[in-house]
């Protein structure tokens, strides 16, 4: 197994993309702690998945843009598997589509703090825990090209994590390596709430591979980024969109 012995946490690993991530890397043989923020019926679930593989798991609860909340998850990570060799920072979404012309600075400031403020406070509270490992972060195709209609504050937030990426691999290498992954569209609640059917009809009809992706997609970049596999790897912001943009 490429991860036994490893511990990994993983921030909204109550559903989509984070359970995926989560279970893929419990299933390489990682112990893992998920974060939730309400849905804690979706992180039993992962929890019970894991489990039923043989390996250790806890979810915790908290809302990761408050240092006290990132660094209770770490401690209690700490507490229940001793380390922390993996962090994958998943947590984060759009909120509401909202122009600049009709955005509350409270509105701004949500976005930002849920999407890139956790991900600052989350690999501060993991640093002094972390002897060596990986941090995969999650940013997005709407890093490179904007985002959508109304996304402005989540495309920056995203942008902004690829360039944190880039600078974070050069400030911790060689101890910790760092990457990201930037999602195209993967069918998710995130699409299922934000994205109307038109739009995601529209992409599968101009990716190369024909279809959305899933999250076991996703996870399986993050399992790939997160172990030796990718030892030569670091700052890199990996596209994984189907092929609907190429950078």
Same mark, same amino acid.
């Given at each position: ?11 909204g690993?109550? *559903?989509d993309?984070?359970r995926? $991530?989560?279970?893929?890397?419990a299933?390489e043989?990682a112990?893992?702690?998920i974060?939730?923020?309400s849905? *804690?019926?979706?992180a039993?679930?992962?929890v019970t998945q894991?489990?039923a593989m043989? *390996?250790?798991?806890i979810?915790v609860?908290g809302?990761?843009s408050?240092a006290?909340? #990132?660094?209770?998850l ?13 962090l994958?920072?998943n947590?984060?979404g759009?909120?509401?589509r @909202?122009t600049i012309?009709?955005?509350s600075l &409270? ?12 991900i600052f %406070?989350?690999i501060k509270?993991? %640093?002094p825990?972390?002897?060596t ?5 999650l940013?997005s195709q709407a ?15 995203k942008?902004a994590i690829?360039?944190?990426?880039r600078?974070?691999a @050069? &400030?911790?290498?060689?101890?910790? *390596?760092?990457?990201?992954? $930037? ?9 299922n ?5 038109? #739009?995601?009809? #529209?992409? &599968?009809a101009a990716a190369p591979?024909?279809?959305?992706g899933?999250? &076991?997609?996703a ?7 997160? $172990?030796?596999?990718?030892?030569f ?6 596209d994984?969109?189907g092929g609907?943009?190429?950078?």
């Open positions: 197994m490429k991860l036994q012995g490893k511990t990994a946490i993983v921030t690993g109550g *559903r993309i984070g995926a $991530c989560a279970v893929k890397l299933s043989g112990n893992v702690a974060s939730y923020f849905s *804690r019926a979706g039993d679930e992962t894991i489990a043989g *390996r250790k798991a979810a609860q809302d990761l408050k006290d909340d #990132a660094e209770n770490v401690a209690k990570t700490v507490e229940a598997f001793g380390a922390i060799d993996i994958v920072n947590a984060g759009l909120v509401a @909202k012309a009709d955005m &409270e509105h701004w400031q949500s976005v930002i703090d849920l999407n890139l403020t956790s %406070l989350m509270a993991c %640093l825990h972390m002897d490992g990986t941090i995969v972060n940013a890093g490179h090209d904007g985002g959508g209609a109304g996304a402005v504050a989540y495309a920056t937030s942008g690829m360039t944190m990426t600078g974070l @050069k &400030e911790l290498g060689p101890r910790i *390596r760092v990457n990201a992954l $930037c999602p195209g569209m993967i069918d998710t609640d995130f699409h709430v934000h994205t109307p059917d038109p #739009a995601r009809r #529209a992409f &599968e591979v024909k279809r959305q899933v999250p &076991e997609d996870a399986n970049l993050v399992l790939f980024l997160a $172990c030796d596999d990718s030892s790897i670091a700052g890199a912001n990996v994984i969109n609907v943009l190429f950078s």
